[in-house]
T-cell receptor, first 112, second 114 residues
Framework: KAGVTQTPRYLIKTRGQQVTLSCSPISGHRSVSWYQQTPGQGLQFLFE???????NKGNFPGRFSGRQFSNSRSEMNVSTLELGDSALYLC???????????FGPGTRLTVT | AQSVAQPEDQVNVAEGNPLTVKCTYSVSGNPYLFWYVQYPNRGLQFLLKYITGDNLVKGSYGFEAEFNKSQTSFHLKKPSALVSDSALYFC????????????FGRGTSLIVHP
């Protein structure tokens, strides 16, 4: 099976812009989660989607949003970008009933 | 609230020697514990998990971890380190019943010297 794919892999944006990141989970995986990884904060949970519904949400401002489509693909959007949003954004998927997660390679977002 | 501590930012070991990467946790009830590895420019890769049962859990690439309830620890071990094991290792915990949001440690950089 193909692994979790994320596009784009690298992105440079300007403060105040918005950005959309995409994630395609492993085939058959219905749960998709998003994380922000930074050297200072480590891995921070953003949100989880299951069958197109947001099931859990981390402690991030409303500028961070996401959605999941009927084919389980997911997107996350960050509006009004700030310099502090520069990070590696990781997507992870898992099949129902499985607790470990399978991560994509991430999207490296740089905000200038 | 649940938490994970990885007390060492970096662990150095010579190739062929045993390695240990430490993890302690805090959670209400029985924990679900995980180890992941991250290679440069890659996402995290699942190594092993403890849910219940035998305290010694075996995982991928010869890694194993020992669950110690009294010390609330879940240290990652390997009998003989390889240079290719050099990477960033993350411990994670989920609460009873696998309550969803996992908490990750800050990560430990393992450097295996030839």
């Amino acid at each position: 099976k193909a692994g979790v794919t994320q596009t784009p892999r690298y992105l440079i944006k300007t403060r105040g812009q918005q950005v959309t990141l995409s994630c395609s989970p492993i085939s058959g995986h219905r749960s998709v989660s998003w994380y922000q990884q930074t050297p200072g904060q480590g891995l921070q949970f953003l949100f989880e989607y299951f069958s197109e519904t947001q099931r859990n949400k981390g402690n991030f401002p409303g500028r961070f949003s996401g959605r999941q489509f009927s084919n389980s693909r997911s997107e996350m959007n960050v509006s009004t970008l700030e310099l502090g949003d520069s990070a590696l954004y990781l997507c992870a998927s898992s099949p129902e009933g499985v607790l470990e997660q399978y991560f994509g390679p991430g999207t490296r977002l740089t905000v200038t | 609230a649940q938490s994970v501590a990885q007390p060492e930012d970096q662990v150095n070991v010579a190739e062929g020697n045993p390695l240990t990467v430490k993890c302690t946790y805090s959670v209400s009830g029985n924990p679900y514990l995980f180890w992941y590895v991250q290679y440069p420019n890659r996402g995290l890769q699942f190594l092993l998990k403890y849910i219940t049962g035998d305290n010694l859990v075996k995982g991928s690439y010869g890694f194993e971890a020992e669950f110690n309830k009294s010390q609330t620890s879940f240290h990652l071990k390997k009998p003989s380190a390889l240079v290719s094991d050099s990477a960033l290792y993350f411990c994670a915990v989920r609460g009873p019943g696998g309550s969803y949001i996992p908490t990750f440690g800050r990560g430990t950089s393992l450097i295996v010297h030839p």
